[in-house]
């Protein structure tokens, strides 16, 4: 019993471990009074919600002081009073990531409260900094000159715009141009330092991505427990699973996809009462099956929250033995999967739906390349015999789902996506954008089905669920929005109950237009952000009452989440949903969609820097462009062929005063009348290019259409801006595009 109370997860009390040992009846007397004599001689304690504690265990609130990150990025903890000559080793004590506190760094003493996790093992959530260590900043290490000293360094972040004086004996092993961790001395509105770690030369082209991973805490090493357990994975049994492996299952995926987590089928349905319609098999990896509840693999994927990308490398959330190994479904290799089978009508709705625990043998590793040859009559010689079974069948079956989405009204923002094309050497040599082909879609509509069917079926058995939840729009965005439109001759209905058909309609009416582009990504930044919740508000953008992410759990944990809860409410074995995950969800959420906007911000900062690395060599070239955003320090441009941005300083654009129109959108001279929008066409010049910061500075060259511009003033010319209108040394960055395929 003492043992069961030690390494209990939960809290513990008489009722949880009257069932734990079957007592009942006559015997709980008995099992009340053993735990009043065990309270007394000092064997257990109670904690402040009433519940057995061992004497060692921690309380629920407890001041810790940080220690720092981890091999595997986490930031751990210790009691501030703990004596390490009392022979007993310190708890292990992880910190939670949290939106509304900055980052801890070493040093700092928190006010946490306590989830015991395991034995001597516990999560902490921040609940108020009650003192501060020394802050680290990354930045990029100067050399020194006769004016700056012994050396400086310059803080990669735009946002933090002083630099960081360094004494001869602090710079450790630090090189000129090198990225390095700075400690600050002397508090935090110090401006000297020491260096603490290098991270990698400006210039080695890997770098990049390493500053992206270093300043968003990314976690890159995997614990010595998960890369032990991931070793020793192997081929799982067929045991009760469903034998699909004659069925010519297929996977879809991009050239450069090494991860395979997603495998698809269609064929005619052949019921009499569902003429034109079909049956659709999603095939997921059962990663349920390698990942079980809190155990090392667990805990390592639950802290990273989901794999990052990168132009040169990829962070997964599993090691590679799982990721790129048993669990991607490699063609012609039985692989055990969760299927969701699905029957549509010829209209694309769903009519039923059943899920799977089984093994398949993926007939062919396809390209969405070779997909759509294939669709437009151009099949190479291994795709030439699946035309009429794998081929025709799939895009049968879009066509009804597509037409299904386009009845109820989706929000599709078709953006481009940039796209960096690395060397062997990791060296940029071309930047463009991924093409969105019909097998894109294909794909994309064959997962969101799988998605609605995992909810309903959730909601069906009355298991937690952990939803993916898209909020309707803010109403100070929406009313910013409507200005914006309107100002382009494009309206939306009054009022704030619009639907995801209300945007659709303003795409169309600016299909063709040269504001196409602008009017989508304007329409995307008005919109909530999507995050995982157990509370069920429904997914705004794709016009779902329920949603959630099953498809991916190689690369995300909310799907692993998603089917662990299936195969526990259906009873499809092993590997189920624990007790005490379906309890902690509202917080799992949190932290999860945390780990997803510290991800996408890792991977469009890391895309600015090797764009800005890319464009270092073009610096004096000229450029069309138009304006993606307009505030009183600038415009920020968007380039029309790579899709770079930076900004043109509001100083740069003419001697005379320009004035804010925020509602319009737009700078308008005060004494000329000169008016720059957004979505203005310009030609631009670059003029100054930072790759640490991955910023861009534009100087206008001249206005497409429209009035003519105003000539930047000669250097020395007096200046009528009001003071608080200059630029900045180094410009701030430009209004944020959320990804659009983050469904």
Known sequence: MLRFIRESPVPVGKREIAKAFDVKGADRIALKQLLRDLRADGSVSRGTRRELMAPD???????????????????????????????????????????????????????????????????????????AGPRRILGVFESPTEKRGPGIVRPTDRKLRFEIAIDAGARGEAQPNDVVWVEQLGGPLARRGRVVERVGSLFEPRTVSLIAIAANDIPVEFSQGALEQAATCGAAPMGHRLDLRAVPFVTIDGEDARDFDDAVFAEPDGAADNQGGWRLMVAIADVAWYVRSDDALDRDAYRRGNSVYFPDRVVPMLPEELSNGWCSLRPREDRPVMVAEMWIDAQGRMLRHRFHRAMIHSAARLTYNRMQAARDGRPDDELQPLMDVVVAPLYGAYAALDAARRARGTLDLDLPEKRALLDEKGRIVEFGVRQRLDSHKLIEEFMILANVAAAETLEQRHMPCMYRVHDKPDPLKLESLRQFLGSLGIGLPPGLNLRPKDFARALEKASGSPYERLVSETILRGQSQAIYSPDNIGHFGLALRRYAHFTSPIRRYADLLVHRGLIAALRLGEGGLAHAEGAGFAEMGEHISQCERRAVAAERAAMDRYMAAYMSERVGASFDARVSGVTRFGLFVALEDSGAQGLIPIKTLGAEYFRHDEPGQALVGGRSGTTYRLGDALVVKLRECDIATGSLVFELIEKVGGAPSVRPAPRGAPSTHAPRRHAAKRPGKPPQIKRGRRR
Do not use: M
């Not at 981890?70 to 009392?86: E, F, S």
């Not at 040093?107 to 609940?127: H, P, Q, T």
């Open 57 to 131: 265990a921690l309380p629920e609130f407890l001041v810790v002081e940080v220690i720092g990150p981890d091999a595997d990025g986490d930031v751990q903890a210790k009691p501030a009073r703990w004596n390490p000559d009392d022979g007993q080793p310190p708890p292990e004590i992880v910190l939670l990531p949290s939106t509304d506190h900055a980052a801890p760094g070493a040093g700092d003493r928190l006010l946490v409260s306590l989830k015991k996790r395991g034995a001597n093992r516990y999560e902490a959530k921040i609940v108020r900094k009650v003192g």
